[in-house]
């Protein structure tokens, strides 16, 4: 059993908190606007659901989903997060978040921009191309005929092992893209964005992926 801590209490990571609490794992979830807002949510996911500030979260997760808005992404704790694996769920949406010269550049990836906020962290690229409501509802056994896949990215062997052994038990098969500089293959209107794949299909739309939009 795990504990997770989630930084980001939208879409993504009450999926993510639903489809962990789900497999035996306990969760300390966290959005921008107190743990006071959260009462529903928590209540809807369980004993195994508490909500917490972003710092608590931090501090109390032993692996740390974020899923903020990218233009949030330099208010994730940092000190808490040192020496620990955090899965990177965020995109950019400059409708949104504003424009990031870098990124539209093709100079920089959203992952590595975490990873540079918390270098003392080893982040993992996970479940920013899968919509929402799929994460808890879309997996199957390993070995389920066209059974589908999910991307990671790391600099660190480890972060991507686990990233890739809970894929596996949610229910998803996963391709290693590689460090952080190549996880720009998986964001946003890229081919592997937010479509259903299997691994070989997820590795072609990965290599034919361009790198600026």
Known sequence: MTTFGIIGAGHIGSNVARA?????????????????????LVAERGPAA??????????AGEVVLVAVPLRAYREVPVAPLA??????ADN????????????DRGEATTSGLL???????K???????????????????????GRRAL?????????????TALYDELGFDT???????????????????????????????LAAAPRTI
């Open 83 to 88: 020496g620990k694996i955090v899965l990177d």
């Open 50 to 59: 508490r909500a917490a500030t972003p710092e608590e979260a931090a501090d």
């Open 20 to 40: 962990v609490i789900a497999h035996g794992h306990d969760v300390v979830i966290a959005n921008s606007r107190g743990p006071e807002t959260l009462a529903a």
């Open 175 to 205: 391709v290693n893209i590689g460090p952080l500089a190549e996880s720009w293959r998986v964001e946003r209107d890229r081919p592997a964005y937010g479509i259903r794949q299997t691994r070989d299909e997820l590795a072609a739309n």
């Open 115 to 121: 990873q540079a906020h918390l270098p003392g962290s």
């Open 151 to 163: 991307a990671t990215a790391s600099d660190f062997p480890d972060a991507a092992a686990f990233v």
């Open 123 to 145: 982040v993992a690229k996970a479940f920013n191309h899968i919509l929402a409501a799929d994460i808890p509802t879309a997996g199957t056994p390993a070995g389920t005929p």
């Open 92 to 103: 950019y949406y400059f409708e949104r978040d504003g424009r990031i010269p870098e990124l």
